[in-house]
Nanobody, 125 residues
Framework: QMQLVESGGGSVVAGGSLRLSCTASGNPDLRATMAWFRQAPGKEREGLAAVANRLNGRKEYNASVKGRFTISQDNTKNTLYLQMNSLKPEDTAIYYC?????????????????WGQGTQVTVSS
């Protein structure tokens, strides 16, 4: 099994930055691909960025955040990060990390079986 715990959310003024963390514990195969998603009230869960360890760390980004958000990981700490810069009010959402035993990157939520509990990010104007 796999347990994922997010942290680092909070409130920030537009233009600010936050770094989210996701600490993983459990079967390493089940975090072969890891990703960040978000869900705003009344909206579907949206894939933001993914990284595939079986593809030498290949990364994929949603066009809506590319250039502002950066996914990275520290495998010595079993931790996934999402650096978020130039935040906008429309970035307000609950942010989730996800993982699964995949050999590719994907931003489709249905491909991931393991999810964290989420962390709230609020950006004010």
């Amino acid at each position: 099994q796999m347990q994922l715990v997010e942290s680092g959310g909070g409130s920030v003024v537009a233009g600010g930055s936050l770094r989210l963390s996701c600490t993983a514990s459990g079967n390493p195969d089940l975090r072969a691909t890891m990703a960040w998603f978000r869900q705003a009230p009344g909206k579907e869960r949206e894939g933001l960025a993914a990284v595939a360890n079986r593809l030498n760390g290949r990364k994929e980004y949603n066009a809506s955040v590319k250039g502002r958000f950066t996914i990275s990981q520290d495998n010595t700490k079993n931790t996934l990060y999402l650096q978020m810069n130039s935040l906008k009010p429309e970035d307000t959402a609950i942010y989730y990390c996800a993982s699964d035993n995949l050999a590719y990157t994907t931003l489709l939520a249905s491909r991931y079986h393991y999810w964290g509990q989420g962390t709230q990010v609020t950006v004010s104007s």
